[in-house]
């Protein structure tokens, strides 16, 4: 699994020059306690099903514009030349190999389905993975599975007729970008929809975590939580969770993305000036 870089951005146009990014003065630098530090981080972000990395285009132009390096991947089965027979566990494996070729800690990004790969990254490398960022997405549990009433056609996934999915879920995309989504749309392997998520550290609780919540708000998800709900089982069980909300449908990638880079940069700046805190003790 490659790096996404040559596919053209799937959503239109780049991020606005006056979006809000936050941070102000070098955006290599952090200043803690008086003292300034680098904070450029690595930020691996992993699309939802369909989606390759082009996708995250807005986003990660927004990060590098903040000092930071991201790493957009299109996952494991989805490319021309990559093979079908291909599990949750096999996308997370890709997915590692990257983080392992960092060589430092980095920002893994998981949006719908990709939650569940980025979750299983950050159990195999619970020591790479400075914060985990799900994008309408939470951690997948052991044994669950991202979806499995998703429509198989000869082993794969291919994106459903638009009446498969809630009004909410479609909310902010326009004729247009529904039009170039299904145009762009890659298949996805029928295992990596229906099959078990596979965990094995439980240091995986102790990775920082941010929910960007854009179908329902903050407050049903914390509600979620309180109430002990299997959909959140994982969530729960994490010790830092920033709960965020940006009001839309299921895609904010396509439909609010500026807005969703300068909640991401907010993100990723924060675990940048919390490790150099760290780094300096």
């Not at 239109?12 to 990014?21: F, T, Y």
């Not at 936050?22 to 630098?29: A, K, M, N, T, V």
């Not at 450029?40 to 082009?54: R, Y």
């Not at 994106?159 to 989504?181: K, N, Y």
């Amino acid at each position: 699994m490659a790096e996404a870089s040559t596919p053209p951005p799937l959503v239109p146009g780049p991020v606005p020059s006056d979006a809000p990014v936050p941070g102000s003065g070098d955006p290599q630098r952090a200043d803690v306690g008086g003292r300034s530090y680098g904070r450029g981080m690595d930020v691996i972000l992993i699309p939802g099903f369909w989606l390759d990395g082009s996708s995250w285009a807005p986003v990660t132009a927004a990060l590098a514009a903040a000092g930071h390096r991201p790493h957009p991947v299109t996952p494991l089965g989805l490319g021309p030349d990559d093979p079908t027979e291909v599990t949750l566990a096999d996308q997370a494996a890709a997915v590692v190999t990257v983080l392992d070729g960092l060589g430092a800690p980095a920002v893994v990004v998981g949006h719908s389905g990709g939650g569940a790969v980025a979750y299983a990254v950050a159990d195999a490398r619970p020591d790479a993975v400075a914060r985990l960022v799900y994008v309408d997405a939470g951690p997948l549990g052991e044994g669950g599975v991202v979806n499995d009433d998703l429509p198989v056609v000869d082993g794969m996934v291919p994106l459903p007729d638009w009446g498969f999915f809630e009004d909410e879920e479609l909310a902010g995309l326009s004729s247009s970008v529904l039009e170039e989504f299904r145009a762009r749309a890659r298949p996805v392997p029928a295992q990596v929809a229906a099959g078990p998520q596979r965990l094995h550290d439980e240091r995986r609780y102790a990775v920082p975590a941010t929910v960007i919540c854009s179908t329902m708000t903050a407050d049903q998800l914390r509600e979620l939580m309180a109430g002990g709900h299997p959909y959140v089982a994982e969530l729960t069980l994490a010790r830092d969770v920033d709960i965020l909300e940006l009001p839309t449908g299921h895609w904010p990638q396509l439909s609010r993305p500026a807005d969703l880079a300068a909640l991401m940069v907010a993100a990723v700046d924060k675990t940048a000036a919390d490790k150099a805190a760290v780094d300096k003790t």
